[in-house]
């Protein structure tokens, strides 16, 4: 008894002291914002879900299942670690219900024969298939890992085996019975031995993994519970508010994440919670396309900084460019596929966007190409193509549209145009298609005219959350003047500011997208469009669809206009950005490869005539990739196609 709680004391201590440094990080972190506490009953849902059901591990069958049999036979062997501990002071104890019972010994060995089928699947999965999510991943940690769990898993079995030979227990799994059966001609003396050496042999090997894990990328065992308990959840399109308190103290005020000690709670607990099993890397759109940016790597860079850096220490070493370069901060676009992969819930968008709120805001240091935004922002016109306010209607040509004037009554609809929907040539024509395709359908709908600005969507993405502020509170002060209770939005980065981050500022409003309006506008017979052969192709727009879950009716209109719409291979929530999210749109691209240009190579090889979108930002980006090309399927917005279809003069043509 004693030499047992001397090892359960001597494992404590020794793993308490590998964990206390990361303990003591967790602690230095910023509270996380007190919003996050809500929502309980969605947060229980993902536990049972997400960690309990593995969901997002399943998404790739065999490795799924894989790490399904691990993860379920280790809660499931769980009680098979107090037996030993019982049975090490007592050879005849077992557990009180469980334990000398058939059926928790048959659960025992098929769970422990799963373990055993898993960590073959992960051996082969590493050593054989290699996949190249594994790039820059530390194997000789989860080679070292594997061996542990197969011998933790071994002993356990050989030690229920000697138990079952010498009659310590009474009952017997399928695999211990065949185990004793084959040590049949044994000597009870050897099996005795035997016995007292595999139950220590066992309980030690447990022991020595909890000492290794607080150290280790296996930490997750212990972290993705509460990870994935505290992740903020959907819509992953909103960013949390930075509070900004210019009359505080000074040494109190920050600007995002500059050096470790600025990131939160959960931030922080993301490091420690990433597994490096580099499914996000395999889906980051820089990452493919040849960027130095890796949202594993990221997380693994800030998890090592915040490792070596000595007690006391956070606060002393920029996390860029120690951690992760400025290089990588401004490759991302936001586009959330990192977020929506990752198993245990690690939110990188939000901790990038820390970073570059801090480079931006306390640094001044951003890509100089992204100064043509911020400047135009922040200039007369408020938007980023740096056009006067006056010009905002330039695209209305033409057209009868109300302008909502101050006093106005307010429309049923108030159709936000949105800065490239305004500006952008191309854009344009989806504006004016959008504009009439509700007049024709008898829905009373006004713009703000020079009175809109930028929602503050890029600026926001870009780090420069003072200036985001300030433009959604005045366009909320705007709305809210107007008594505008709906908008119809064509922009899916309008939309998802409109939605789910003006509310932060005061402005709540029943936000559609242009597709979901049109879509319902078709299937309640206000608009009749007539069906082609024309073969479609739909590229989901991030911010509309993995941040805000709408994949459906774009596809309904489109489904009103064309035949059959071919899915490309990377679809819906597991969509392929075009580029332009994260304020990209407005800098230089590095790397191998185009990321709008690997995206219309994908969509041409379905054969599609026609590439629909339902964002401007993303028919600007594949149509310059159409262009590169030369020659290929025409990209067009889905509002754009419906007039084609439902807005004809005879001629064919929309009027
Ligand atoms: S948000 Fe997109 S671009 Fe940014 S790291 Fe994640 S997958 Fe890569
Ligand atoms: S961040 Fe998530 S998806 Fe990426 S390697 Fe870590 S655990 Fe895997």
Redesign the pocket.
Known sequence: MALLFAAIAAAGVLAWRRAAPRVATLRAARPDDPEWAGAGGDRVRRELVEVVGQRKLFQRLVPGLMHAAIFWGFVVLLPTIVEAAVAIVDPHGHLPLIGDTTWFAWIVDVFAIGVLAGVTVAVWIRKVQRPD?FRG?HLEEADRILLMITAIVVSLLLWQATRVALGLVHVEGPITGWLADSIDGVSRGTLEVAERVLVWLHLLLVLGFLVYLPGSKHL?IVTAAPNVWLAKGAPSGHLTPLRIDLEGPEEEMRFGAGVATDLTRKQTL?LF?????????DVCPAWTTGKPLS??LL??GLRDHVAAAPAGELELQPLVPNAVTDEVVWDCVTCGA?VR????D?E?VDTIVDLRRHLVMAESRFPSEAGTLLRGVEGPGENPWSQPASARMDWATGLDVRVLGPGDPAPEVLFWVGCAGAFDERAREATRSTVRLLQAAGVDVAVLGARESCTGDPVRRMGHEFLFQTLAERNVSTLNEAGVTTIVASCAHCFNTLANEYPDYGGRYDVVHHSELLAKLVREGRLHPSRTSVAVTYHDACYLGRHNDRYDAPRDVLGAVAGEVEEMPRTRERSFCCGAGGARFWMEEGGDARINETRYAEAVRTGAEVVATACPFCLVMLDDAANAAGAGPEVADVATLLARSALTDGSGEAT
């Open positions: 999510r991943s997750h993301d919670s990433c597994t490096e099993c580099g499914r996000c890397q949202p594993k997380i693994m990192c992969e990752c198993p245990v690690i990188h």
